[in-house]
T-cell receptor
Framework: DVKVTQSSRYLVKRTGEKVFLECVQD?????MFWYRQDPGLGLRLIYF???????EKGDIPEGYSVSREKKERFSLILESASTNQTSMYLC??????????????FGSGTRLTVV | AQKITQTQPGMFVQEKEAVTLDCTYD???????LFWYKQPSSGEMIFLIY??????QNATEGRYSLNFQKARKSANLVISASQLGDSAMYFC??????????????FGKGTSLLVTP
Protein backbone atom coordinates (compact mmCIF):
# COMPACT_ATOMS: atom_id res chain seq x y z
CA ASP A 1 0.00 0.00 0.00
CA VAL A 2 1.31 3.44 -0.88
CA LYS A 3 2.30 5.53 2.02
CA VAL A 4 3.24 8.90 3.36
CA THR A 5 5.08 8.32 6.59
CA GLN A 6 5.63 10.94 9.26
CA SER A 7 8.38 9.97 11.61
CA SER A 8 6.61 10.76 14.88
CA ARG A 9 2.97 10.59 15.91
CA TYR A 10 3.51 12.63 19.07
CA LEU A 11 6.30 15.01 20.00
CA VAL A 12 6.90 17.15 23.06
CA LYS A 13 9.57 19.83 22.74
CA ARG A 14 10.77 22.74 24.82
CA THR A 15 10.48 26.38 23.86
CA GLY A 16 13.51 27.47 21.87
CA GLU A 17 14.45 24.01 20.65
CA LYS A 18 15.11 23.36 16.98
CA VAL A 19 12.57 20.77 15.85
CA PHE A 20 12.67 18.54 12.78
CA LEU A 21 9.52 16.90 11.44
CA GLU A 22 10.25 14.29 8.81
CA CYS A 23 8.01 13.08 6.01
CA VAL A 24 8.77 10.30 3.54
CA GLN A 25 6.65 9.10 0.62
CA ASP A 26 7.12 5.99 -1.45
CA UNK A 27 4.98 6.96 -4.45
CA UNK A 28 7.59 8.90 -6.46
CA UNK A 29 5.38 12.00 -6.18
CA UNK A 30 6.76 15.31 -7.36
CA UNK A 31 4.70 17.47 -5.00
CA MET A 32 4.97 17.52 -1.23
CA PHE A 33 3.26 19.76 1.30
CA TRP A 34 3.27 20.68 4.97
CA TYR A 35 0.08 21.89 6.66
CA ARG A 36 -0.81 22.60 10.23
CA GLN A 37 -4.28 21.86 11.55
CA ASP A 38 -5.83 23.73 14.44
CA PRO A 39 -9.41 23.44 15.74
CA GLY A 40 -11.70 25.90 14.03
CA LEU A 41 -9.03 26.97 11.56
CA GLY A 42 -8.91 24.00 9.21
CA LEU A 43 -5.68 23.19 7.42
CA ARG A 44 -3.25 25.98 6.70
CA LEU A 45 -0.40 25.61 4.24
CA ILE A 46 3.08 26.21 5.62
CA TYR A 47 5.39 25.25 2.75
CA PHE A 48 5.29 23.12 -0.34
CA UNK A 49 7.71 21.73 -2.89
CA UNK A 50 7.29 20.78 -6.53
CA UNK A 51 10.70 19.23 -6.97
CA UNK A 52 13.92 18.35 -5.26
CA UNK A 53 15.67 21.35 -3.74
CA UNK A 54 12.83 23.70 -4.53
CA UNK A 55 10.35 25.17 -2.05
CA GLU A 56 7.53 27.65 -2.01
CA LYS A 57 6.08 29.53 0.95
CA GLY A 58 2.50 28.86 1.84
CA ASP A 59 0.16 31.02 3.87
CA ILE A 60 1.93 30.79 7.23
CA PRO A 61 5.68 30.21 6.71
CA GLU A 62 6.89 32.41 9.56
CA GLY A 63 8.93 30.48 12.08
CA TYR A 64 9.34 27.49 9.77
CA SER A 65 11.73 26.32 7.09
CA VAL A 66 11.86 23.22 4.93
CA SER A 67 14.34 20.97 3.22
CA ARG A 68 13.94 18.66 0.24
CA GLU A 69 17.24 17.06 -0.64
CA LYS A 70 15.69 13.90 -2.04
CA LYS A 71 12.44 13.43 -3.94
CA GLU A 72 10.93 11.15 -1.34
CA ARG A 73 11.71 13.23 1.75
CA PHE A 74 10.36 16.62 2.84
CA SER A 75 11.40 17.96 6.21
CA LEU A 76 9.77 20.74 8.20
CA ILE A 77 12.04 22.64 10.58
CA LEU A 78 10.95 24.81 13.46
CA GLU A 79 13.99 27.00 13.95
CA SER A 80 13.15 27.97 17.52
CA ALA A 81 9.99 26.29 18.75
CA SER A 82 7.40 28.45 20.45
CA THR A 83 4.21 27.55 22.30
CA ASN A 84 2.07 28.97 19.49
CA GLN A 85 3.48 26.27 17.23
CA THR A 86 1.73 23.60 19.28
CA SER A 87 -0.44 21.96 16.64
CA MET A 88 -1.13 18.94 14.46
CA TYR A 89 1.23 18.88 11.48
CA LEU A 90 0.16 17.06 8.35
CA CYS A 91 2.41 16.11 5.47
CA UNK A 92 0.98 15.25 2.06
CA UNK A 93 2.19 14.32 -1.38
CA UNK A 94 0.65 14.23 -4.84
CA UNK A 95 1.52 13.71 -8.48
CA UNK A 96 0.91 16.60 -10.90
CA UNK A 97 -2.86 17.04 -11.17
CA UNK A 98 -3.16 16.97 -14.98
CA UNK A 99 -6.90 17.46 -14.74
CA UNK A 100 -7.53 14.06 -13.27
CA UNK A 101 -8.16 15.36 -9.81
CA UNK A 102 -5.49 13.44 -8.02
CA UNK A 103 -5.98 14.30 -4.42
CA UNK A 104 -3.27 14.41 -1.86
CA UNK A 105 -2.13 11.37 0.05
CA PHE A 106 -1.69 12.44 3.65
CA GLY A 107 0.49 11.15 6.40
CA SER A 108 -1.05 10.26 9.74
CA GLY A 109 0.08 13.54 11.29
CA THR A 110 2.44 14.62 14.05
CA ARG A 111 0.91 16.18 17.12
CA LEU A 112 3.54 18.58 18.42
CA THR A 113 3.35 20.11 21.87
CA VAL A 114 5.77 22.89 22.74
CA VAL A 115 6.15 23.49 26.47
CA ALA B 1 -9.47 36.59 2.18
CA GLN B 2 -10.96 33.18 2.78
CA LYS B 3 -11.04 31.25 -0.48
CA ILE B 4 -13.09 28.34 0.81
CA THR B 5 -16.04 28.87 3.13
CA GLN B 6 -17.80 26.13 5.02
CA THR B 7 -20.59 27.76 6.98
CA GLN B 8 -21.70 24.73 9.00
CA PRO B 9 -19.36 24.04 11.92
CA GLY B 10 -21.47 21.03 12.92
CA MET B 11 -24.25 18.93 11.42
CA PHE B 12 -26.43 16.08 12.61
CA VAL B 13 -28.12 13.51 10.41
CA GLN B 14 -30.02 10.36 11.14
CA GLU B 15 -28.73 7.08 9.81
CA LYS B 16 -29.96 6.25 6.28
CA GLU B 17 -30.89 9.87 5.58
CA ALA B 18 -29.13 12.08 3.03
CA VAL B 19 -27.11 15.10 4.13
CA THR B 20 -25.65 18.09 2.30
CA LEU B 21 -22.47 19.79 3.47
CA ASP B 22 -22.07 23.30 2.13
CA CYS B 23 -18.99 24.77 0.48
CA THR B 24 -18.58 28.05 -1.34
CA TYR B 25 -15.39 29.21 -2.96
CA ASP B 26 -13.83 32.38 -4.25
CA UNK B 27 -11.57 32.51 -7.28
CA UNK B 28 -11.17 34.58 -10.43
CA UNK B 29 -9.20 31.84 -12.15
CA UNK B 30 -11.22 30.08 -14.89
CA UNK B 31 -9.36 26.83 -14.25
CA UNK B 32 -9.67 25.29 -10.83
CA UNK B 33 -10.48 22.06 -9.06
CA LEU B 34 -12.59 21.30 -6.02
CA PHE B 35 -11.97 18.47 -3.59
CA TRP B 36 -13.66 16.99 -0.55
CA TYR B 37 -11.82 15.14 2.22
CA LYS B 38 -13.02 13.18 5.21
CA GLN B 39 -11.15 13.10 8.52
CA PRO B 40 -12.44 10.54 11.03
CA SER B 41 -11.51 10.72 14.70
CA SER B 42 -8.42 8.62 13.94
CA GLY B 43 -7.01 11.71 12.19
CA GLU B 44 -6.30 10.31 8.74
CA MET B 45 -7.33 12.45 5.79
CA ILE B 46 -9.30 10.54 3.16
CA PHE B 47 -9.84 11.91 -0.37
CA LEU B 48 -13.51 11.56 -1.33
CA ILE B 49 -14.36 13.32 -4.57
CA TYR B 50 -13.11 15.81 -7.17
CA UNK B 51 -14.80 18.30 -9.52
CA UNK B 52 -12.94 20.21 -12.22
CA UNK B 53 -14.13 23.67 -13.21
CA UNK B 54 -14.67 22.58 -16.81
CA UNK B 55 -16.45 19.35 -15.97
CA UNK B 56 -19.97 19.39 -17.41
CA GLN B 57 -21.46 16.87 -15.04
CA ASN B 58 -21.51 16.71 -11.28
CA ALA B 59 -18.98 14.27 -9.87
CA THR B 60 -20.18 11.12 -8.14
CA GLU B 61 -18.31 8.47 -6.18
CA GLY B 62 -20.53 5.81 -4.66
CA ARG B 63 -22.67 7.46 -1.97
CA TYR B 64 -20.89 10.79 -2.45
CA SER B 65 -21.90 13.34 -5.02
CA LEU B 66 -20.82 16.91 -5.56
CA ASN B 67 -23.51 19.46 -6.33
CA PHE B 68 -21.49 21.89 -8.45
CA GLN B 69 -23.15 25.24 -9.13
CA LYS B 70 -20.53 27.23 -10.97
CA ALA B 71 -22.39 30.52 -11.22
CA ARG B 72 -23.02 30.49 -7.48
CA LYS B 73 -19.48 29.26 -6.77
CA SER B 74 -20.72 26.45 -4.64
CA ALA B 75 -19.58 22.84 -4.42
CA ASN B 76 -21.74 21.10 -1.88
CA LEU B 77 -21.06 17.51 -0.86
CA VAL B 78 -24.11 15.24 -0.75
CA ILE B 79 -23.88 11.99 1.20
CA SER B 80 -26.74 9.64 0.51
CA ALA B 81 -27.94 6.93 2.90
CA SER B 82 -25.76 8.08 5.79
CA GLN B 83 -23.97 5.47 7.86
CA LEU B 84 -22.60 5.65 11.39
CA GLY B 85 -19.10 5.45 9.91
CA ASP B 86 -19.70 8.71 8.08
CA SER B 87 -19.32 10.59 11.37
CA ALA B 88 -16.20 12.69 10.82
CA MET B 89 -14.84 16.11 9.91
CA TYR B 90 -15.31 17.03 6.27
CA PHE B 91 -13.10 19.51 4.47
CA CYS B 92 -13.70 21.26 1.18
CA UNK B 93 -10.58 22.34 -0.73
CA UNK B 94 -9.71 24.16 -3.95
CA UNK B 95 -6.82 24.13 -6.40
CA UNK B 96 -6.42 27.27 -8.49
CA UNK B 97 -4.71 27.36 -11.86
CA UNK B 98 -4.28 24.93 -14.74
CA UNK B 99 -4.31 21.31 -13.83
CA UNK B 100 -0.92 20.66 -15.40
CA UNK B 101 0.83 23.10 -13.12
CA UNK B 102 2.07 22.54 -9.66
CA UNK B 103 -0.58 23.37 -7.15
CA UNK B 104 -1.40 23.60 -3.52
CA UNK B 105 -4.85 23.14 -2.03
CA UNK B 106 -6.66 25.77 0.01
CA PHE B 107 -8.83 24.15 2.65
CA GLY B 108 -11.96 25.34 4.40
CA LYS B 109 -12.36 25.19 8.17
CA GLY B 110 -14.37 22.01 8.02
CA THR B 111 -17.78 20.68 9.02
CA SER B 112 -18.18 18.13 11.78
CA LEU B 113 -20.83 15.57 10.84
CA LEU B 114 -22.45 13.31 13.41
CA VAL B 115 -24.62 10.45 12.21
CA THR B 116 -27.10 9.26 14.82
CA PRO B 117 -28.84 5.85 14.98
Amino acid sequence: DVKVTQSSRYLVKRTGEKVFLECVQDMDHENMFWYRQDPGLGLRLIYFSYDVKMKEKGDIPEGYSVSREKKERFSLILESASTNQTSMYLCASSPPDRGQGYGYTFGSGTRLTVV
Amino acid sequence: AQKITQTQPGMFVQEKEAVTLDCTYDTSDPSYGLFWYKQPSSGEMIFLIYQGSYDQQNATEGRYSLNFQKARKSANLVISASQLGDSAMYFCAMREGPSNSGYALNFGKGTSLLVTP
